[in-house]
């Protein structure tokens, strides 16, 4: 994968939705990127389980998380099995926990913050639906790119030709 956000940018410049600087990583992959399939939930995890255990054919999870930073979305059991099922990363406006297993997992997770905390899971949220987190709009099918530098999303792919 030798793409890097900042070049995306020089080249497609305002075509692209950057997100504001918020993320930190961790995953193992500091450098992912794939289709992106959205999810919008608060402080209910069921359809980041749910999701992450389809086959991700090397595409990224969205979640609109709202921010919160009262609870985990995602911990390792969750990223485990989306490694598993070959999701190529996760981008969670929220927040994570067991940092210590998720830094050694071969998957791409950004996240804003870790927390102890575990979510509800009350099968509350929805799917597949136009997004918006960290000042960058996301919808279903968007092709998303996060390196070191940040996080970039492209209506279309931008290295596949
Ligand atoms: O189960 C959860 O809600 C989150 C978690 O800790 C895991 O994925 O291991």
Known sequence: ????????????????????????????????????????????????????????????????????????????LIAARAVEQGWAGVVIHGCVRDRVELAAMAIGIKALASTPRKSHRRGEGQRDIPIHIAGARVNPGDHIYCDEDGVVIAERSLTDG
């Open 1 to 76: 994968m030798d793409f890097k956000t900042a070049d995306l940018y020089d080249r497609e410049g305002d075509a692209l939705q950057v997100c504001d600087p918020v993320f930190q990583d961790f995953g193992g992959h500091s450098r992912f990127s794939g289709e992106a399939v959205t999810v919008k939930c608060f402080e209910d995890n069921s359809l980041v389980k749910s999701t992450l255990a389809e086959p991700g054919e090397g595409r990224v999870l969205v979640v609109d998380a709202g921010g919160s930073l009262r609870c985990a979305m995602l911990g390792d």
